[in-house]
Every structure is written in C-alpha cells, then in structure tokens.
Nanobody, 120 residues
C-alpha cells in the first residue's frame, strides 16, 4: 500500500503565491512520473504539470511561466510552486504518482486533493 499526503492549499488573492506538496510513503521500490492535476466544479480533471524520474517537465499551457513543478527523490515528494495566481486557477488540486512497488505491479496513485481558491 502507498499513501499520498498533500498539503499547501488555501485561499489567496489574485497575484499571490502558494506551494503545494505531496509526499508518498509505503510500499515503494521506485517512483516514476509525479504530477499535479486539478478539477474545478463542473469541469473535467486536467493535467497541470508533471515531472519524470529524470526531471523532464510538462506543463499545461495555462500555467506555463507561472507554475513550477519539482521533486525531491530522497523524500518521495513532489512540489508545485504557483505564482501570479488567477481566479481561474481555483480548483481542487490532486497529486498523481506512478509507483513501482516491491513485489507488486506498477500502479497509479492519487492524493485526496487540496483546495486552492483564488479571489479576485
């Protein structure tokens, strides 16, 4: 079993910043891709950013230049630094981690979500 613990969401004014964290623990042999997705009310979940085990990053066009994803492999933790936040960034943010487990197949895990609300 693998657990993901997210933190860092909250309420911020437009133009402000937040940093999200997601720490993975449990039956982990290695971690492949780590990423962040978001889902606003009435909308589908969408990719925000992801980072490979080798550090290659991908971003949604809507967040390029404002958000930065990073990871600490020693801590099995992924971060999302969000700057210049806009009201349209308001959503539940979900951590996603692809884990190679000890003695078990590779599996895709989701965090419980953390709410980010940006006021205008």
């Amino acid at each position: 079993q693998v657990q993901l613990v997210e933190s860092g969401g909250g309420l911020v004014q437009a133009g402000g910043s937040l940093r999200l964290s997601c720490a993975a623990s449990g039956n982990i042999f290695s971690i492949n891709t780590m990423g962040w997705y978001r889902q606003a009310p009435g909308k589908q979940r969408e990719l925000v950013a992801r980072i490979s085990s080798g550090g290659i990053t991908n971003y949604a066009d809507s967040v390029k230049g404002r958000f930065t994803i990073s990871r600490d492999n020693a801590k099995n933790t992924v971060y999302l630094q969000m700057k210049s936040l806009k009201p349209e960034d308001t959503a539940g943010y979900y951590c996603n981690v692809v884990v190679l487990r000890v003695g078990a197949p590779i599996y895709n895990y989701w965090g419980q979500g953390t709410q980010v609300t940006v006021s205008s």
